[in-house]
Every structure is written in structure tokens, then in C-alpha cells.
């Protein structure tokens, strides 16, 4: 009766850590695209961009968002920074 009892608590604790094992798919990043005047964006939802330093001058960026059919794109761009003043 002990060892069925054992055998049925180990098996329990196989299962919940299967549970926890992070999955290759969930766990990729997509590959980080490069902005381009002729790049195509379809931009759905926006989950993140990096925050502007600043300095007076040309600094990458990226942007982290959802197209229309729920794939996920990093991209890469330039913007000025806010650290220039107009006097």
C-alpha cells in the first residue's frame, strides 16, 4: 500500500513539473528587423518602445509590437534625441 502510495505522489510530482519545463516556442524572441523608408509596418498593438535619451543627437530605438494577425516584430530605428535646445 506504501509503495502504490509513492508511486501515485511521485507520478503527481512528474506532472507538475512538466508544467514548469519553459517551451523553446514561448521562450524565442523574435529577430530584430532594421527600419527602412520601404519597410511595410502593420502595426496593431504596440507593447513597448525604448524611451528617448537625453542628448542632441541620432540614437537607436526599438519598438516592440503585434501586427494584424498576432505576430510579434522588434524593430529598429532612429530618432533624435531630446537633449538639443533651439537657442
Given amino acids: 500500500m506504501k509503495a ?3 508511486l501515485a505522489l511521485s507520478s ?3 506532472t507538475a ?3 514548469e519545463v519553459p517551451t523553446d516556442v514561448a521562450q524565442q524572441k523574435p529577430a530584430i528587423e532594421e527600419y527602412t523608408y520601404s519597410t511595410h509596418l502593420d502595426i496593431a498593438k504596440v ?3 525604448s524611451e528617448i535619451p ?3 543627437e541620432v540614437v537607436p530605438m526599438k519598438m516592440e509590437y503585434d501586427d494584424s494577425t498576432g505576430q510579434r516584430h522588434i524593430l529598429r530605428y532612429s ?3 531630446n537633449g538639443c ?3
Fill in 4 to 6: 502504490l502510495l509513492v
Fill in 12 to 14: 503527481l510530482c512528474v
Fill in 17 to 19: 513539473m512538466a508544467d
Fill in 47 to 49: 507593447v513597448s518602445m
Fill in 54 to 56: 537625453n542628448v542632441c
Fill in 79 to 81: 530618432v533624435m534625441g
Fill in 85 to 87: 535646445s533651439n537657442g
